[in-house]
């Protein structure tokens, strides 16, 4: 008998199913020893690290906000499945049942992946396939029962009135100094007008019945409709990853993907029914959760969140301007469409009245 043949054929069957992988830049090589997956290469993207096996390929991404959040949204994931809702790339559990691995005070958790085409926002139909996929993962999760997380509920009333404080507070400061760029310039004469557009908004949102204390209206929100996140795989959307989740009303997850997409399209009052009409073929909207949908679209979250950045010196000045700038104008469009938008509201509401 060949001894060394033997001996050859031992070695083999000893390393079956090892890689000769050295590892993938940046990420912690403790993570994958979690895992079964035979890696034959990696790269860092943009927002993960994509990981490579001979069967399929993998994302890796790290976790940095609250644990209970990611812990809670990977349940959340689970109920959607177990309820017939595939659309989100499924995430992966280590060899010992764990749903995400902690290592040097980082959390760090493994999804599958599969190539795809971009959500296009400039597309119509890429658009009002979303507002279906958003509806989709409401009639699926809507008795999901979600758990505490912390000591406090998010009050969106509160987070809206802090947000107006904040640009109080920049008023007040450019105020009492002399102003350097157009970028304060244009704030200080617009102030007033936007502080107050807040203001209105909170009271609409006051007067569509916003209760943060009533459950009923609390739900987990998709929170994350970045076009990278969004990929068309054959004629379905699939999420990339879901664990930006927090709670709230249901009509804020329809408020934000309107936000994102109006500006790109003029304020199309058209194409913000269609979007609307298309949600409600799958989630019929009650009058108070319009009149939300209103206050939230009206509030000046992006005069807010231009001067967030220009104060905390986070973005190049130039760019950050530019930006306001197109806001600014941006508002007329933006009136228009939100007033034939409540028009067609009342008009439809009446109809249903009468019939």
Not at 66 to 84: A, F, H, T, V
Not at 270 to 282: F, G, P
Not at 318 to 328: A, D, H, Q, S
Request: with cysteine.
């Amino acid at each position: 008998m060949d001894m060394n043949g033997l001996s050859t054929g031992r070695r083999s069957i000893k390393n079956m199913g090892k890689s000769n992988f050295a590892g993938i830049e940046g990420f912690p090589s403790e993570v994958l020893q979690k895992y079964k997956i035979n890696v034959t290469e990696g790269k860092k993207e943009n927002k993960f690290w994509l990981i490579k096996s001979r069967e399929k390929s993998y994302a890796a991404w790290e976790y940095t906000s609250n644990i209970e959040i990611l812990e809670m949204s990977l349940k959340w994931q689970d109920y959607l499945r177990q309820n017939g809702f595939t659309k989100i790339l499924p995430y992966v559990k280590t060899v010992t049942g764990e749903n995400y691995v902690k290592v040097n005070k980082k959390n760090y958790y493994i999804t599958e992946f599969i190539e795809g085409k971009p959500l296009d926002f400039q597309r119509r139909e890429d658009l009002l396939e979303l507002a279906r996929t958003l509806a989709e993962i409401y009639a699926c999760s809507r008795n999901f029962e979600y758990e505490k997380i912390g000591e406090k509920e998010i009050s969106w009333l509160k987070i809206k009135q802090d947000r107006l404080t904040e640009l109080l507070f920049f008023y007040q400061y450019l105020s009492d100094k002399k102003l350097i760029n157009d970028y304060e310039r244009l704030y200080m004469e617009n102030f007033k007008t936007y502080y107050n557009r807040g203001q209105e908004a909170i009271e609409k949102m006051v007067m569509a019945g916003y209760n943060p204390s009533n459950k009923a209206q609390t739900i987990v929100l998709m929170g994350n409709f970045l076009e990278e996140n969004i990929v068309k795989i054959n004629s379905d959307l699939m999420f990339l990853h879901a664990t930006s989740c927090i709670k709230g009303p249901m009509i804020m997850d329809l408020s934000l993907l309107l936000c994102m997409c109006l500006p790109k399209h003029k304020w199309d009052w058209e194409l913000a029914k269609d979007i609307i009409m298309e949600y409600q073929k799958k989630v019929q909207l009650n009058m108070n959760e319009k009149y939300m949908l209103l206050a939230q679209l009206y509030f000046p979250r992006r005069f807010w969140m231009y001067s967030y950045r220009y104060f905390k010196g986070d973005g190049e000045l130039n760019n950050i301007t530019e930006k306001l700038k197109k806001y600014l104008y941006e508002t007329y469009w933006q009136d228009k469409c939100l007033n034939k938008l409540e028009n067609w509201m009342l008009e439809e509401e009446n109809n249903e009245y009468e019939g």
